[in-house]
């Protein structure tokens, strides 16, 4: 009807990085298949600071040309999940809040779009599941974009049907789970979120896994080779078991571009690994969000300083106790104070960076051998498109799944055992590392990371299954 005006997709990611970049490289990817088409990211202003990344989101959205980005107004959290309340909120409840406090300004923004072009489709990711009361009132497609893996997706789908088979709560229940598509899980290494049926952050969980489940399609941030049997039980509707499961899109990798501007801006650690040998350096890095306490600091610092390997670590400081402050971005840590003696000790050998490296620029460097990764989703596919074999030392969110599917199902990471509260002694780290470089063990995973990265070169180029699923999806909304 409306061929005149230009076909608009329009991407909604919830606060964090993470999102915003992976829906940066979802746009660009649109439309480098569709160059006509237009594409507008709406971008809310968290009333919190989501890890050490604000500088980093600016960067991004003044370096994206091709994309329109509208940024909402700030909203304030209502009191009851700030910090009155008497234990802290999970992060999670925050992220899924602050797009449904944004959903007048949502309602007004999709409305003022469609009037002038032609909508063809609205992508959210998870946390954005209040948008879709929106987006269905106007009456547009929606798609959720998971930005974790298809094995960590089946589990999500799966909420619904745990959520009537089991009737403890998942923190009681020590023992495995078996969900189509992943190996066993066991019960305590799901999403701290869905410990507690009684929660409002796991009602939020469920309730998101159902819509989404209804949803128009949900594209996944992964390709078929690294998760095959993931993908299958997926796409053989084994997930949602009652009822029709909508079109899975797996047109991944998608990561972060690595266009550095000119090179005075080089960040001192490329300098530094310059100078070191291929494949020596163990590169440690925890995602947007990941911290540690300073006992845990100093043995890691002393793990990595017996373990004899060159290094490259960013350090943030420790969490504050201030409980009002939960997600705060932490000030820049003083690293003599945090570890005396360390630096002078090591600096033949490694180098420590304060908050915040340029990743996907470390990783693809020639001079870094392993990863040490608290095992976001981005961080998985970076390592793997750099051919970056990893140790996997999950902290938050989905990890401790991702880890048993990185070391399980993908083989492309050796495990680090902790204790029971999550920490990791010096002796493990040591192992670990040495493990990962100097074993047969850690060849076999280098190995296979190195067979995952050509698959994910494969993936995306015309013809390959992502690029395929890609094609399918943006030409279902011509035929609408
Ligand atoms: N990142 C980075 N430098 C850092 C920490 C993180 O460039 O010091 C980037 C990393 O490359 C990745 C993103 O931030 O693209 C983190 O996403 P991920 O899914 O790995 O973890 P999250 O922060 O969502 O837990």
């Not at 971008?43 to 940024?71: K, L, M, Q």
């Not at 932490?330 to 340029?358: H, I, N, Q």
Request: charged share 20%.
């Amino acid at each position: 009807s409306s061929s005149a005006m230009a076909d608009t997709v329009v991407l909604y990611p919830s606060p964090g990085i993470g999102h915003l970049i992976s829906m940066v490289e979802l746009g660009k990817l649109l439309l480098k298949h569709r160059p006509s088409f237009s594409i507008t990211i709406f971008i809310t202003t968290a009333p919190y600071t989501t890890g050490a990344t604000a500088p980093y989101i600016n960067h991004v959205v003044s370096t994206t040309s091709s994309i329109t980005f509208h940024h909402f107004p700030a909203v304030a959290l209502p009191p009851t999940s700030t910090s009155t309340s008497t234990s802290p909120v999970p992060f999670e409840e925050l992220a899924f809040e602050i797009p449904r406090l944004n959903n007048p300004f949502l309602y007004q923004a999709l409305q003022n779009i469609s009037q002038k072009s032609n909508l063809v489709a609205f992508f959210i990711d998870f946390f954005c599941n209040a948008a879709y009361e929106v987006s269905s009132k106007i009456g547009i497609p929606t798609y959720y974009f998971y930005t974790s893996g298809a094995s960590a997706l089946c589990i999500f789908l799966s909420i619904p049907t745990l959520h009537e088979t089991i009737s403890k709560n998942i923190k009681d229940l020590h023992d495995y789970i078996k969900i189509p598509g992943t190996p066993p899980i066991y019960s305590q290494d799901l999403p701290k979120v869905l410990f507690d049926r009684d929660s409002r952050v796991y009602k939020m969980f469920l309730e998101t896994a159902i819509r989404k489940g209804k949803s128009s399609g949900i594209l996944v941030n992964s390709f078929e080779a690294l998760e095959s049997r993931a993908v299958k039980a997926l796409s053989d509707g084994l997930c949602i078991p009652n009822a029709p499961t909508p079109p899975i899109y797996c047109i991944g990798p998608l990561i972060a571009s690595n266009d550095r501007g000119s090179k005075s801006d080089e960040h001192e650690c490329l300098r530094w690994l310059s100078l070191q040998p291929s494949k020596s350096v163990v590169f440690l890095c925890f995602g947007s969000m990941g911290l540690f306490t300073a006992e845990q600091l100093a043995e890691m610092a002393a793990g990595l300083e017996n373990s004899g390997h060159r290094f490259l670590w960013v350090v943030r400081n420790p969490p504050t106790d201030d409980e009002t402050k939960p997600i705060l971005a932490p000030a820049e840590p003083d690293l003599d104070a945090l570890l005396p003696g360390f630096l002078e000790r090591t600096k033949d050998k490694g180098l420590v960076v304060k908050s915040w490296a340029p990743q996907v620029e470390v990783l693809s460097h020639d001079s870094v051998g392993g990863f040490v990764t608290h095992c976001g989703w981005n961080s998985v596919l970076e390592a793997i498109c750099a051919g970056v074999p990893m140790l996997a030392w999950p902290l938050y969110a989905e990890q401790r799944m991702n880890r048993v599917f990185m070391v399980e199902e993908m083989k492309v990471a050796l495990g680090l055992t902790e204790s029971d509260d999550g920490f990791v002694t010096a002796a493990e780290l040591e192992k670990r590392v040495r493990e990962l470089m100097d074993s047969e063990n850690g060849k076999t995973v280098r190995d296979q990371v190195m067979a995952m990265r050509n698959c994910a070169k494969a993936a995306i180029q015309d013809g390959g299954s992502s690029h395929v699923a890609l094609e399918k999806l943006v030409d279902s909304w011509a035929k609408s």
